[in-house]
């Protein structure tokens, strides 16, 4: 911007009182303007529903150690995923699988090359008050409609939960009748409250609602799926937020020894994530 009047202009009287009036207001301009900064950036973290808790507690983190102010929204990966491309207005897209985050990249929405695992969730089946050791063959002795998960077609952990029961003698009459939850926190939710005889959960889940007293959990009740593969979480930046160091800021420290110990605490395995 030039800030200087050429001498060749002829200013009109109206012209310097206005000129002069803009020079009087600059000084609360500038001043406006570096309190703005002096509060940094903010961002708006999308995270699939089973990181929720986790997501809070970063944010936290991350608030009381910088001057960024963080956003969190929490719901099933392919209902946040869904509402991103049509047009919702996130910064950093932290979902319970690493297929969506790919999507938006393809697509065009994400920052190319900003997809990465952040953190690997497992699956477990819980079953209050099972007749025997808790085993997935054994759901057979139940209705399917005590038995819940989260709904496949938009959260991972439900995708992960029908692929174990289709590979168990379970015919598809019985499957087609299991409650299907909007998300996996709701799958504990229903669990805990009786509304379901068993149902498959996410480990973060059942730490949250424990820590949180909404669940009370024998250990001899759940049987974590160990032979499975756990449920890569993975993440992406989406364009709107290339510049927002806000955003920046939330992907780096990811990695840091802090943030890392909040995952494993909150019953999360850390990938192995190439430099």
């Not at 963080?70 to 209902?79: D, E, M, N, P, R």
């Not at 991972?156 to 926190?185: Q, S």
């Not at 993975?234 to 709107?240: F, G, I, L």
Request: aromatic share 8%; charged share 15%.
């Amino acid at each position: 911007m030039n800030w200087a009047w050429s001498e060749r202009t002829h200013v009109m009287p109206q012209m310097l009182i206005s000129r002069l009036r803009w020079f009087h207001t600059l000084p609360a301009i500038l001043l406006m303007w570096v309190t703005v900064s002096a509060h940094g950036a903010e961002a708006r973290i999308a995270v699939a529903s089973n990181f929720r808790d986790t997501a809070l507690a970063i944010a936290k983190h991350l608030e009381t150690n910088s001057s960024h102010r963080y956003q969190i929204i929490s719901g099933s990966t392919g209902k946040l995923a869904s509402q991103i491309i049509n047009g919702a207005p996130f910064d950093i897209f932290m979902a319970a699988d690493q297929q969506r985050p790919r999507e938006l990249e393809s697509r065009g929405l994400a920052v190319p090359g900003s997809v990465m695992p952040y953190a690997l969730g497992e699956l477990g089946l819980w079953w209050p008050g099972a007749p025997n050791t808790v085993n997935v063959a054994q759901l057979v002795e139940l209705p399917a409609g005590q038995v819940c998960i989260a709904n496949p077609a938009f959260a991972p952990y439900g995708e992960a939960a029908i692929t174990i029961l289709k590979a168990a003698p379970l015919d598809a009459t019985w499957l087609g009748g299991l409650i299907r939850v909007d998300n996996i926190n709701l799958v504990t939710a229903w669990v805990a409250t009786g509304q379901a005889r068993a149902g498959f959960v996410a480990r973060s889940a059942m730490i949250a609602a424990q820590r949180q007293g909404e669940a009370v959990v024998a250990p001899d009740e759940v049987m974590w799926l160990d032979e499975h593969a756990p449920i890569a979480q993975a993440m992406a930046v989406m364009k709107r937020a290339a510049e927002n160091p806000a955003a920046a800021f939330w992907v780096r420290q990811l990695r840091s020894a802090p943030v890392q110990a909040m995952l494993v605490q909150d019953g999360y395995r850390l990938p192995q994530v190439s430099e």
